[in-house]
């Protein structure tokens, strides 16, 4: 009984669900503005359509983008809203700049480890 309160209490699963609960509300929200507001429905599948259009021409990773095309065109009342808020896959210029110092501090070693090779 302890271990299966540990796991419902864990970090993990709190967030998981406070996730999860945020997306039904997303969904319920917009479900209901489609629904009251007639105009709302066709903007929001033309915005999926454009996601749709935007995710094909990205130069990105195929594995990266069949699974957004899918979840925009399964989901076109939200499908879309769902890739402008969540579909984001760019590293933060800070994260950036924090990794482009820790290589170039490291960079000598690893070279000397043969782990990366000079440009």
């Known amino acids: 009984m302890k271990k299966i309160a540990k796991v419902l209490l864990s ?5 998981g669900v406070l996730i ?7 969904v319920v929200a917009i ?5 009251e507001f007639v105009y709302l429905q066709p903007i929001l599948i033309v915005l999926s359509g454009l996601c749709a259009v935007w995710v ?3 130069d990105d990773n195929p594995a990266y983008k069949i699974p ?7 989901l076109p009342i939200f499908g879309g809203l769902f ?13 950036r700049g924090r990794v482009s110092e820790i290589y170039d501090k490291t960079k000598d070693e690893l ?7 000079e440009e």
Do not use: C, D, H
């Open 56 to 58: 094909i021409s990205k």
């Open 11 to 15: 970090r993990i699963v709190i967030v």
């Open 83 to 95: 890739y402008v808020f969540f579909g984001n896959n760019k590293v933060p210029r800070a994260l």
């Open 31 to 35: 479900w209901r503005l489609s629904e």
């Open 20 to 26: 999860l609960l945020q997306a039904a509300f997303l």
């Open 68 to 74: 957004w095309i899918l979840i925009v065109m399964a």
């Open 111 to 117: 070279i000397a480890n043969r782990v990366v090779t």
